[in-house]
Nanobody
């Protein structure tokens, strides 16, 4: 089992940057593929980015490509989401999630463990 705690959210102006972190408990973090998801009010939870357990392959949703970067440090049991050129439409609660296995999926239902979420608000 793994517990996830996100941090780094906040209020930022359009065009600004934030770096989200997700710290995982336990000694088997490197056994999990990881994903970052977001959910805006009235909308479904959607994938933003995902990464394989060894960090070798990443995925980005179309809205995140070229602006967001997912990375992980298995020695620190942490996955990151660097978000640049933020837009008001990026406003949402951001969640990190873990699934056992080497590869990621983009559907939220494929992830077994979730953090509590961190609010990101981008003002225009």
């Amino acid at each position: 089992q793994v517990q996830l705690i996100e941090s780094g959210g906040g209020l930022v102006q359009a065009g600004g940057s934030l770096r989200l972190s997700c710290a995982a408990s336990g000694r088997t973090f490197s056994s999990y593929a990881m994903g970052w998801f977001r959910q805006a009010p009235g909308k479904e939870r959607e994938v933003v980015a995902a990464i394989t357990r060894n960090g070798g392959t990443t995925y980005y949703a179309g809205s995140a490509k070229g602006r967001f970067t997912i990375s992980r440090d298995n020695a620190k049991n942490t996955v990151y989401l660097q978000m640049n050129s933020l837009r008001p439409e990026d406003t949402a609660v951001y969640y990190c999630a873990a699934r056992g296995g080497a590869y990621y999926y983009t559907e939220p239902t494929q992830y077994s463990y979730w953090g509590q979420g961190t609010q990101v608000t981008v003002s225009s």
